[in-house]
């Protein structure tokens, strides 16, 4: 009741405390908006309005949050399936993202980056204001793309943004796909191992798109398929492992697009059953 009161001004100084350079107070103040979307869900639809004259504000903050830090990239080291990034994609299906209890316990106990948090968030945000958001993010978003080709810190945290919300802002971004499609294959031979993996993530979370449009056997189909193999075959083991989710996703929804290849595919799999191991075999299973 009293943050209610003093709502405007509350909001103000969370706002900047998302962009505090202390890491733990930004992670306090974005971890704030998990909380307020959980709060009395009676009370939900005037408290969530509330907050549509800040979404620009918010939405840019948790983009630059997304960023990857030294903690976030010893955190993603091989080992258990346990990444925003990948593994830990709790809405496969496009469903709103619930916090559990176990979440909150981790949230509490301090277990969350930044960047976990940060990506949660803007799911949230996608979800309940979809267009609007969209709208608010959308000349950051399109910036990032095209002006910092040289800051793979910020290219690969705004390739991230937006496959966190193909789900709450799909039909938006929809009409920028036949762009950031291509744009986000050609990611995929970044020389930067974080960006080839993000890259993989996001497309993956397209997959229906980009399979109702592209032609059987046409060139566009060739190149798709042939790029996210690449990055099967490739020598890091985190790209390895968000190539094989891609691709086995872009399998069970292609048909007949993926026949031409199958030889092609199949030889390359074999291939690779020697090479693979920990989390990577795993996937190339399911491949």
């Given at each position: 009741d009293i943050i209610m009161l003093n709502l405007a001004e509350v909001l103000r100084r969370v706002i900047i405390g998302m962009r505090n350079q202390d890491n733990a107070v930004a992670r306090s103040a974005s971890q704030f908006w998990i909380e307020y979307f959980i709060l009395d869900p009676e009370e939900s639809t005037d408290r969530i309005s509330i907050l549509r004259p800040y979404l620009q504000d918010i939405g840019n903050a948790l983009i630059d949050s997304l960023r990857l830090t030294q903690e976030d990239i010893l955190n993603l080291m091989p080992k258990e399936t346990a990444h925003l990034d990948k593994g830990d994609e709790t809405d496969e299906e496009g469903e709103d993202i619930q916090l559990?209890?176990?979440?909150?316990?981790?949230?509490?106990?301090?277990?969350?980056?930044?960047?976990?948090?940060?990506?949660?968030?803007?799911?949230?945000?996608?979800?309940?204001?979809?267009?609007?958001?969209?709208?608010?993010?959308?000349?950051?978003?399109?910036?990032?793309?095209?002006?910092?080709?040289?800051d793979w810190h910020q290219m690969e945290a705004t390739i991230l943004a937006f496959g966190i919300i193909s789900q709450g802002c799909?039909?938006?971004?929809?009409?920028?796909?036949?762009?950031?499609?291509?744009?986000?294959?050609?990611?995929?031979?970044?020389?930067?191992?974080?960006?080839?993996?993000?890259?993989?993530?996001?497309?993956?979370?397209?997959?229906?798109?980009?399979?109702?449009?592209?032609?059987?056997?046409?060139?566009?189909?060739?190149?798709?398929?042939?790029?996210?193999?690449?990055?099967?075959?490739?020598?890091?083991?985190?790209?390895?492992?968000?190539?094989?989710?891609?691709?086995?996703?872009?399998?069970?929804?292609?048909?007949?697009?993926?026949?031409?290849?199958?030889?092609?595919?199949l030889q390359v799999i074999g291939q690779l059953f020697d090479k693979y191991t920990g989390n990577s075999l795993y996937n190339l299973y399911d491949v």
């Open positions: 559990q209890e176990d979440d909150k316990d981790a949230l509490e106990n301090g277990e969350y980056t930044l960047r976990k948090i940060a990506g949660r968030t803007l799911e949230k945000f996608s979800i309940h204001f979809g267009e609007e958001l969209f709208i608010s993010l959308q000349p950051k978003l399109m910036n990032n793309l095209t002006g910092t080709t040289n799909e039909d938006n971004v929809t009409a920028h796909l036949p762009q950031l499609i291509p744009f986000f294959i050609n990611q995929l031979d970044s020389q930067n191992q974080h960006v080839r993996c993000i890259t993989c993530w996001t497309l993956s979370r397209y997959t229906t798109w980009i399979v109702s449009n592209l032609q059987t056997n046409s060139q566009d189909s060739k190149i798709y398929i042939s790029k996210v193999m690449e990055r099967v075959m490739d020598t890091d083991q985190l790209v390895q492992e968000a190539a094989c989710t891609c691709f086995s996703k872009f399998v069970m929804s292609a048909g007949p697009l993926i026949e031409p290849f199958i030889v092609e595919i």
